[in-house]
């Protein structure tokens, strides 16, 4: 069975600083990794992933993530925050053919 | 772009009623799923489809069951409507193996 960890429930950061986002990761075989955001009072959306290939991921609004296997880990980062960045966000995990398992979520707070 | 939409943003129900949740999506996609948000829980899945009349049990079955008599529509279905039952409802919908698109949930209360 997969599963996820995010470690941080909260994460605070000052605006312009670099952001990291962990995730940690268990799955049988090769895993499909994701990163969503979440806005106040709004679903799910989508911000990157990865199947295969390159280990460093780039995706919407600045964000990317390292796949890194020894460590099963998929965190997700930003060079520079912004106060808009703030929001819900959640790592999910598959092996092919099976559902999203996602983590608890780790709510990030950018500073002015 | 892919939209999925839910029937209702804000629901308020009674204990032991019948809740119709449903859940449409334009972009011809085979997978849809139902999700609960809790907080400090994440997302939990209820049930899925891959075709239509076709589902399967998600991690928290009890108590929900689902209809998808149209490739477009999967609809999450409250027998009889508990307190516990309180949360967020959220829909998705993708194409095999790709990522999954959420409407923008539905928050039910049941009194």
């Known amino acids: 069975a997969q599963s996820v960890a995010q470690p941080e429930d909260q994460v605070n950061v000052a605006e312009g600083n670099p952001l990291t986002v962990k995730c940690t990761y268990s799955?049988?075989?090769?895993?499909?990794l994701f990163w969503y955001v979440q806005y106040p009072n709004r679903g799910l959306q989508f911000l990157l992933k990865?199947?295969?290939?390159?280990?460093l991921v780039k995706g919407s609004y600045g964000f990317e993530a390292e796949f890194n296997k020894s460590q099963t880990s998929f965190h997700l980062k930003k060079p520079s925050a912004l106060v808009s960045d703030s929001a819900l966000y959640f790592c999910?995990?598959?092996?092919?053919?099976?559902?999203?398992?996602f983590g608890k979520g780790t709510r990030l707070s950018v500073i002015a | 772009d892919v939209k999925v939409t839910q029937s209702s943003r804000y629901l308020v129900k009674r204990t032991g009623e019948k809740v119709f949740l449903e859940c449409v999506q334009d972009?011809?996609?085979?997978?849809m799923f139902w999700y609960r948000q809790d907080p400090g829980l994440g997302l939990r899945l209820i049930y899925f489809?891959?075709?239509?009349?076709?589902?399967e049990k998600g991690d928290i079955p009890e108590g929900y069951s689902v209809s998808r008599e149209k490739k477009e529509r999967f609809s999450l279905i409250l027998e009889s409507a508990s307190t516990n039952q309180t949360s967020m409802y959220l829909c998705?919908?993708?194409?095999?193996?790709?990522?999954?698109?959420f409407g923008p949930g539905t928050r039910l209360t049941v009194l």
């Open positions: 972009m011809d996609h085979e997978n």
């Open positions: 489809s891959y075709d239509v009349k076709m589902k």
């Open positions: 990865y199947i295969t290939g390159d280990n």
């Open positions: 999910a995990v598959r092996a092919s053919n099976t559902p999203l398992v």
């Open positions: 998705a919908s993708s194409l095999l193996g790709d990522e999954q698109f």
């Open positions: 799955v049988s075989g090769n895993p499909y």
